[in-house]
């Protein structure tokens, strides 16, 4: 019986250099391929939103407003969230436009 390792089955090892190949293809992928306005405009959405419905309860809102103090946020950060968010482009999420490099 083959021994199998704590995660599960024991991997084939001849294939391993393939299936590492093909994780560094997909990142390589995500790093170059461009962003289109539809995933921007998506990831926006999705974005805000999690911050709202994150503040459904009264323990919800408390750890956002800890949150607040500990990082020393303005008083209005989480009003002012969704318009930075908005204001997000593609060559910022990118990486091209010259400040996260």
């Not at 997909?26 to 805000?48: C, Q």
């Not at 919800?60 to 318009?83: F, G, K, W």
């Amino acid at each position: 019986m083959a021994a199998r390792s704590p995660a599960g089955p024991t991997p084939d090892i001849d294939k391993t250099g393939a299936a590492i190949a093909a994780i560094c293809k997909v990142f390589n992928d995500m790093i170059t391929a461009e962003v289109t306005p539809r995933e921007l405009a998506e990831s926006k959405t999705r974005t805000a939103g999690n911050m709202v419905m994150g503040m459904q309860t009264i323990g919800q809102q408390a750890t956002y407003r800890v949150d607040a103090i500990l990082n020393n946020y303005p008083i209005d950060y989480y009003d002012q969230y969704p318009a930075h968010i908005n204001a997000v482009t593609a060559a910022q999420v990118q990486g091209r436009d010259g400040k996260n490099t």
